[in-house]
T-cell receptor, first 116, second 115 residues
């Protein structure tokens, strides 16, 4: 049983460049979440999908951020025109979600972004 | 809006000693509460969770937590720590319609174990 995987694990980019991260959830999981974790802080919720539908987006997700899950499997998170404040660990999680029932969110190892 | 406070940024404990990590939450309804552990280079791992029922919940690796509604607390405990417990610990509260669409985390407590 493979867990949640994220690619790349590390990304260094220059300010103003675009970056894209990929998350592959656990295969049967229909819910996928993105979080951002800055140094010394806990993870902060960014957005989540149920299948291919993006059901909620945090105010943290500015216009420069876009997330997709086109076929309800893997997801991508793109940041356009990166800023130094975007430097963080981007975490992906997945769960087998059904209304009214709790299912654990399993987290991937994260993608660490450094914007120079 | 829901929030979580972990008042201790860093705790140092001797190996074999007992441990208590504090967590206070703010949530309008009955909360879904979680403790996660994060080791360097590792993803977040769920230690335990509380939804309802018995206020003392048991988790993995010998951890337990007690939900106290009157104090809005969900403190994590372990009777005897091991060197491998050194990590960052996060308390979280679940939100959304069913309490699990999104998690709000505290800022974490870094645990150091000394021999």
């Amino acid at each position: 049983d493979t867990g949640v995987s994220q690619d790349p694990r590390h990304k260094i980019t220059k300010r103003g460049q675009n970056v894209t991260f990929r998350c592959d959830p656990i295969s049967e999981h229909n819910r996928l979440y993105w979080y951002r974790q800055t140094l010394g802080q806990g993870p902060e919720f960014l957005t989540y999908f149920q299948n291919e539908a993006q059901l909620e987006k945090s105010r943290l997700l500015s216009d420069r951020f876009s997330a997709e899950r086109p076929k309800g499997s893997f997801s991508t998170l793109e940041i356009q025109r990166t800023e130094q404040g975007d430097s963080a660990m981007y975490l992906c999680a997945s769960s087998l979600g059904a209304g009214g029932a709790y299912n654990e969110q399993f987290f991937g190892p994260g993608t660490r972004l450094t914007v120079l | 809006a829901q929030s979580v406070t972990q008042p201790d940024i860093h705790i140092t404990v001797s190996e074999g000693a007992s441990l208590e990590l504090r967590c206070n939450y703010s949530y309008g309804a009955t909360p879904y509460l979680f403790w996660y552990v994060q080791s360097p280079g590792q993803g977040l791992q769920l230690l335990l969770k509380y939804f309802s029922g018995d206020t003392l919940v048991q988790g993995i690796k010998g951890f337990e937590a007690e939900f106290k509604r009157s104090q809005s607390s969900f403190n994590l405990r372990k009777p005897s720590v091991h060197w491998s417990d050194a990590a960052e610990y996060f308390c979280a509260v679940g939100g959304g319609n069913f309490g699990n669409e999104k998690l709000t985390f505290g800022t974490g407590t870094r645990l150091t174990i000394i021999p």
